[in-house]
């Protein structure tokens, strides 16, 4: 490519590649510059088993309870060496985006094949909980009240050994506490032979030659106790599931799921308040894509894109299958697919996306997006590729959209180092990381790398604001965030499990443009009740605790 302006050349150095590029000087500034984390493996070839390119697993919380997040990332052995016990790692956070490898993991390294994680209080006592999904036998962390986190799956009713690629935990019943859907995705098969191509060679194989795993749906019982409800609850199917994210979807007061499937169709479970689930995915228009197609269906995000009061949804696919956007039509149950419309179709087509996240990552007042990529399929490799040479074919550059006026535009400029990097990228989380106000990137590769991303919107001048809730014993999770400031109105999710195999700790982050106050604040909470707050400040965190604000409407 011929560039009629002088260019400047520049080496960036990201996870496990050093890459060199071409930087027009008039192209705007790059929002995410990287943080070096520590590798966990020199990866070794793959043995074409899909369990090597089908995980995840990364939660973002404060681990260790002095007021900044830390990172837990899911290990899994290499391809060679599936017998070995492969711990979870943790990252503690020491500031200005720096984190270190903990040598004393709190009890979070599980040596489980990791895949996933739910974060939640799981017993009441106000403190949270790890439920860790794995390739195998799941297992429940309960913190103590030393701020260690003790395995109490023996006796939990979580200690089922099956492959569980995603979890979320949701008040289904609405009786206080926390419950737990898990999607289980498929039997491994390191038997199974594919080839793939005009050359046939041997690649890895697609969920239609596996056979697959009916979810889980979990009723909690207190005191770290659960029951496996899913009969009873009529949520047994069988599909290869990914993942599953929560939300009230018919505006009736009571959590629902979106559950993602692998080239199956998708589930939307809506909540019969009897304890009954019934799937709804055809008639509100989520179960196929516009052209009536299921597709691959790995990573998932909840959010009001379109700021109208009303939750919209948004899947990641494999290549040749844009990543979806399913548009929820003003004053109706029913989603519409706007991929090509939004601007999000075209530059998905040839990328293979897992993780997402929606967040204002430039301070403006409106969503952008950023989808983590990586192949399962082999294709060309990128150049200047450091990874060893069998996963070359294997990588694949990051997607940044940023949002204008409604619009969505792929900017690798401004993604910076998040789109500079040809990785098999799987699971992704959003997170203001090093405390300055705006939202950082951290994801996961197949490697067990971890990459940092730190945003430096904040240095814009920009205002912002974040709202953490309480509800009871509960974090509000489910819940939207109204908030009116500089003439606009804002709405923002509050959620935990998302992405693909992703959990945070749940907290809305909005940014509000040049306006210097916030005129009102509305908490929907997922029950159907609305609450007013008087926030007072931007720039800062603030939490808001239900039944000390002005009660609008009582819950459904």
Known sequence: MKYLLPLLIITISIGCETKTTTQNPSSPKPLFTSSQLPANYNWAPGKYSIAEVSRGGLAIFDADQDGDKDILAASHPPA?????????????????GKFELATDARGLDHPGKGSTFALADVNGDGRLDVFVGNLGQDALLIQNDQGRFEDRTQGSGLDKDEWTAGATFF?????????????????????RICRLGIDSKRDYCGPYRYQSVADSLYENLGNGKFKDITQQAKVSILRAGFGAICGDFNSDGWPDLYVANDMQPNLLWINQKDGTFKDEALPYGVALSGAAKPEASMGLCLEDIDQNGSLDLFTTHLLDQTNTYYLRQTGTNVFKDNSARSGLGGPSLPMTGWGCEFSDFDLDGDLDLAVANGRIIRGEPYPNSSWPEFWQPYCELNLFYLNQNGKFKSSSSEGGSFTLTAQPSRSLAASDMDQDGDVDLI???????????????????????SIKLKDGM?????ATIKVQAGGKTYYRSVLSSKSFSTAVEPE????????????SVEVHWIDGGIEGFKV?????????????GKISRQKK
């Not at 492969?86 to 990252?91: A, G, I, Q, Y």
């Open 80 to 96: 060679d060496k599936t017998q070995r016990p492969s711990p979870n790692l943790l990252f503690l956070n020491s500031g200005n």
């Open 474 to 478: 509960g974090d509000g999770r489910g």
């Open 171 to 191: 008040d289904f019943d609405r009786d206080g506490d926390f419950d737990l859907y898990v999607s289980r995705y498929l039997i491994d098969d390191p038997s």
């Open 536 to 548: 007072d400040s931007v720039n800062t965190v603030h939490t808001l605790e239900r039944g000390k």
């Open 508 to 519: 809305a982050h909005l940014g509000l443009g040049t306006a210097k106050k916030v005129d």
């Open 443 to 465: 994801e996961t590769d197949i490697a067990n790398n971890l990459h940092l991303h730190l945003n430096s919107s904040s240095q814009s001048g920009k205002s912002w604001l």
